[in-house]
């Protein structure tokens, strides 16, 4: 492993580390210290390429933000009709709730402190427009923000439940508020 400024990837090694530490043990277990150990870097590189905890965590979560908007345009970006797209967003449920425990953990990590705190809020209200935005290439702008809470409230609770919900109420909860009412 290359060390000093030869080490191009340090920096990542040191972003990936803090998201692995977070879905282990949490944002409140954060440290310049666990994360330098976590990433076998020198702990002089977490002040050489982060100003503080606040800044490693924004950069983190910002990363973790981008992963899952890749998910989001991987499920929804073939999608031709409003059906496929449904289809798609069900899909999307399904994948997020089954796949890694470790973005379920992220991602509500990411949720409570910016229910606490307004910098981290800003880094969520930014995360929820690219969202709706790659949604409302196939959904109105009212029903694409009504899909993202679906999206996140029903990921939550299969991914929570014991007994998880099945794919066909997930299609129809996504029918029902894809399917305009006269």
Do not use: N
């Not at 702990?43 to 924004?58: N, P």
């Not at 014991?162 to 129809?172: I, M, S, V």
């Amino acid at each position: 492993m290359a060390t000093g400024h030869a080490d191009p990837r340090r920096r990542e090694r040191i972003l990936a580390a803090t998201l692995d530490h977070i879905a282990d043990e949490g944002v409140a277990g954060v440290s310049h210290r666990k994360i330098a150990t976590r990433a076998a870097v020198p702990l002089g590189s977490m002040t050489y390429h982060f100003t503080g905890i606040d800044d490693l965590l924004r950069e983190a979560f910002t990363l973790f933000a981008d992963h899952i908007e890749v998910v989001f345009e991987r499920h929804l970006e073939d999608a031709d009709s409003q059906e496929q797209a449904r289809e798609a967003v069900t899909d999307l449920i399904h994948a997020l709730s089954e796949g890694p425990r470790r973005d379920l953990v992220l991602t509500q990590e990411l949720y409570t402190l910016a229910a606490r705190r307004p910098e981290y809020r800003e880094l969520t209200q930014a995360w929820m427009r690219r969202s709706r935005r790659l949604l409302e290439r196939h959904f109105d702008a009212d029903t694409s923000r009504q899909l993202d809470a679906l999206i996140e409230g029903m990921t939550l609770h299969r991914a929570l439940d014991g007994a998880p919900h099945g794919r066909e109420l997930t299609r129809r909860a996504v029918e029902r508020i894809t399917t305009a009412v006269a």
